[in-house]
């Protein structure tokens, strides 16, 4: 059976299965229409959506990890929202009984694989992950002071503080990238995840880190028109461009000539772009699972270009970190799981042309 094959089925019939499980799990508990009121139908449709998005990627790549880790991200969520641990559960068994029920045979069992291991290890999936700024290392009280200075918007007071470490105390700039804005971030997700903060407060403390990063670059990085050439982008409909971000500024303060193209770049516009102009790399990013399908049309349509077949693309973003082998499945020529770790690829990639990393 073809994995693609499969996971263009299961979203075709997408809506039809999240009707159905909806409608089932109601009629075998009318306790939830009191539980969750008539609001709660309607997250239960979006929510259900996603599951079955995040496991279309999941069934298409042949790589449950995927649907097992966005299970354990949505078991925090949801109950962080007031989802009792057990309905969540029923609805992964519904989901499984509907789409076998759609999918007889073979293909149901193959589709609903990856929902066998995600209930496995829901059990052991953690209410609440751990901070990602609760260490001792060098920088962890500056992140700390940071991040509690962006969610009391005091964006000036936060900018004053990590220019001083930077300009009078020496901190590096890759280090306060990687060791205060990148954790701060993960860190802001963690809280938004636990229903701590609103999405108003990350996209706050979001557009105040890439205020600094526009602000710091030009100090450090020198002008490499003669380095190689890289471009770098999210793939359309991916909004999330920090991490992206650093990576680009990571390639300039590397000697790159970096192209930074940002958020939801449209793919008919870039290919455009990238034939006229050939750089020496290609960086894309993937922040979510279901953002995966569209990197992967992406470097089909690369390779089918004389111009760009042999151009080398590095890849990165939370997907590839959960499936380490994922990148060589779409055709990529490397993965970088850090800003620190993109500079080290690129420049190998860029001094050697295409070729697997």
């Not at 929902?115 to 992140?143: T, V, Y």
């Not at 990350?202 to 100090?219: D, K, V, Y």
């Not at 470097?299 to 693309?313: C, F, G, K, N």
């Amino acid at each position: 059976m073809d994995a693609a094959a499969l996971a263009t089925d299961l979203l075709a019939a997408k809506t039809a299965i999240v009707d159905r499980v909806m409608t089932e799990d109601y009629a075998r508990h009318p306790e939830l229409a009191a539980r969750y009121g008539e609001r709660g139908r309607a997250l239960y449709q979006r929510d259900s959506g996603h599951h079955l998005a995040f496991l279309a990627e999941a069934v298409a790549h042949a790589a449950p990890a995927l649907f097992t880790d966005y299970i354990a991200w949505a078991r925090s969520m949801l109950a962080a929202y007031g989802v009792h641990v057990a309905d969540f559960a029923e609805t992964l068994r519904l989901l499984r009984w509907a789409i076998r029920e759609q999918f007889p045979g073979a293909p149901g069992i193959a589709m609903t694989a990856s929902i066998e291991a995600a209930l496995e290890q829901l059990p052991k999936a953690l209410a609440a992950p751990a901070s990602f700024l609760a260490g001792d290392a060098p920088l962890d009280q500056l992140a700390r002071q940071y991040l509690d200075l962006l969610l009391l918007r005091e964006r000036h007071a936060a900018a004053e503080l990590v220019e001083a470490a930077v300009l009078r105390d020496g901190v590096p700039l890759q280090r306060l990238y990687l060791d205060v804005f990148q954790r701060s971030q993960r860190e802001i997700g963690r809280l938004w995840q636990l229903n701590r903060i609103s999405v108003a407060d990350e996209h706050f403390a979001t557009a105040a880190t890439m205020a600094l990063m526009n602000r710091f670059l030009p100090q450090f990085a020198v002008h490499a028109a003669s380095g190689p050439r890289a471009v770098c982008c999210c793939v359309e409909g991916d909004l999330h461009e920090l991490g992206l971000r650093m990576v680009a500024d990571f390639l300039e303060l590397g000697g790159f000539d970096c192209d930074y193209l940002g958020a939801n770049t449209p793919r008919a516009d870039l290919l455009r772009s990238l034939a006229a102009e050939p750089p020496q790399l290609i960086a894309l990013s993937a922040t979510m699972t279901f953002h995966l399908g569209a990197v992967a049309d992406l470097i089909r349509q690369l390779r089918a270009r004389p111009e760009l077949a042999q151009v080398p693309v590095l890849v990165g973003g939370r997907p590839f970190q959960i499936e380490p082998t994922l990148w060589r499945s779409i055709g990529a020529d490397a993965v970088a799981n850090d800003a620190d770790a993109a500079i080290d690829a690129a420049t190998r990639l860029a001094s050697r042309g295409a070729g697997h990393a």
